[in-house]
């Protein structure tokens, strides 16, 4: 069987990750045009000032997507290039950018699918305390009502939040991230409820605004949990894990169920409102409802998992790694079996279908002599997680997978220094290369995964 005839085969970049550009054309700044001026926060004190000059280069970008033959793009809007303060006045040149490039897209057949927040939060909103700010929830909602009057007359495939696990836990919880802030937990709850209100709001605003009927999700992240062996005992002990809250309260946010239950089934986890009772913001009914807004699809950033079995005591352990483990460039675990028992857990527990909105690695990637870029660790990555993804499109409704990404880009705090694309890029010259692993994908996405 394997992926259905309509599976979507896509690749996935955020805007500050590709786009730069970023004092052009009545862009506001956003907090990581701030955070990467500080010193020591970024490797090398890299930033996303060019990038990859996408902003310029679009129609380059989508030609190459085309010859990659992907049917379907995600791509984040940054909220402070059509908003510059976050909320009011609107900045049409950055309207019409996002304008040129889902034209440019559906031009080549390509479908966009826009992501409204991937971690451009306005500095000015920031500065009014942004996140812990529960005004954020309209200033959000607002936002998304804009995109939608602008762009759903041709765009019909919405998510709204990207990896808030991310942009809560690294930014305010560990500080690696923008603002770069360790706060106190109870912050990070407050932010989390407005974060998940803010998201429900959203909902509302684009079904409101929509010029077409809508398919909207959510694109969370988290380590999968995958069965030692196919004993139903470890499986039942990795599906506990996996739905578990952290056992380290300041690595909290790393979770599947605070950020997924309300939205889905639309109530907290009971373990995590018990042990976080004295941080947690006052929870009312009417927020829950509006968290739960219903979603049509849920997305889901996979890239590796835990190994887990039950132990003699009937609890779930971790099974550890074996001495030489494959890991990637950026010393992340090689572990398709996520690709398997993730969805097919979420899926079991969600009732939702499901997108992989992000998978891949980071690879040594390198020009060789030949002018060509060889990264067989890559299609040997990607043949072994989709076969895993196969599988589990036999068993639950699987929408689409996009690969993370498109190109090489500017890495968060990791600045240039990891090379996660399908297509390289010299940052010096700006030229784009195939390499070797986007012709393969080119022919995975030709026969629907038929060979995997």
Request: charged share 25%.
């Amino acid at each position: 069987m394997g992926f259905c005839e309509n599976f979507v085969w896509g690749a996935a970049t955020s805007a500050y990750q590709i786009e730069g550009a970023v004092e052009e054309e009545g862009k506001g700044e956003h907090i990581w045009d701030v955070y990467v001026k500080e010193p020591g926060r970024i490797y090398q004190g890299h930033s996303g000032k060019t990038a990859c000059d996408h902003y310029h280069r679009f129609r380059e970008d989508v030609s190459m997507m085309k010859a990659i033959g992907l049917q379907a793009y995600r791509f984040s809007i940054d909220w402070s290039r059509v908003l510059p303060t976050g909320c009011g006045m609107v900045n049409e040149k950055g309207v019409a950018y996002y304008d040129a490039l889902i034209d440019e897209l559906l031009k080549n057949g390509i479908e966009p699918y826009v992501t409204l927040y991937h971690w451009e939060l306005p500095y000015e909103l920031y500065k009014k305390g942004g996140w812990m700010n529960p005004q954020i929830v309209e200033w959000f909602g607002a936002y998304a009502g804009l995109i939608a009057e602008r762009f759903s007359d041709r765009v019909s495939h919405f998510f709204t939040l990207n990896e808030p696990q991310c942009f809560v836990g690294l930014g305010f919880l560990t500080g690696e991230h923008a603002p770069g802030l360790t706060v106190p937990l109870r912050d990070t709850f407050e932010m989390a409820h407005n974060v998940l209100k803010a998201h429900g709001r959203a909902v509302q605003m684009l079904r409101q605004y929509g010029k077409q009927k809508l398919t909207i999700g959510y694109a969370p992240t988290c380590g999968m949990c995958y069965p030692q062996t196919e004993d139903p005992q470890d499986i039942e002990a990795a599906r506990q894990m996996l739905f578990a809250m952290n056992p380290e309260d300041r690595n909290w946010t790393w979770n599947v169920t605070w950020w997924s239950d309300p939205v889905l089934p639309g109530h907290y986890p009971q373990d995590g409102l018990e042990r976080y009772e004295p941080y947690l913001p006052k929870i009312t009914d009417a927020d829950m409802k509006l968290i739960s807004e219903p979603v049509d699809v849920y997305g889901q950033n996979i890239y590796n998992g835990r190994c887990v079995r039950m132990s003699r005591e009937g609890k779930p352990e971790e099974a550890g790694r074996y001495e030489g483990f494959a890991k990637t460039a950026s010393s992340w675990p090689v572990t398709p079996e996520a690709l398997y028992w993730g969805p097919k857990f979420l899926y079991e527990r969600y009732q939702k279908p499901i997108y992989i909105t992000e998978n891949g690695l980071s690879c040594h990637d390198t020009v060789s002599l030949d002018g060509k870029v060889h990264d067989p660790n890559r299609i040997d990555f990607l043949a072994k997680y989709l076969h895993e993804l196969k599988r589990a499109a036999d068993e639950i409704e699987l929408r689409g997978y996009f690969q993370w990404s498109l190109m090489d880009n500017f890495e968060w705090a990791e600045g240039y220094s990891q090379r996660f694309g399908l297509v390289y890029v010299d940052y010096q010259t700006q030229e784009r290369i195939l390499k070797d692993s986007a012709y393969w994908y080119h022919d995975v996405i030709q026969n629907n995964g038929a060979d995997l």
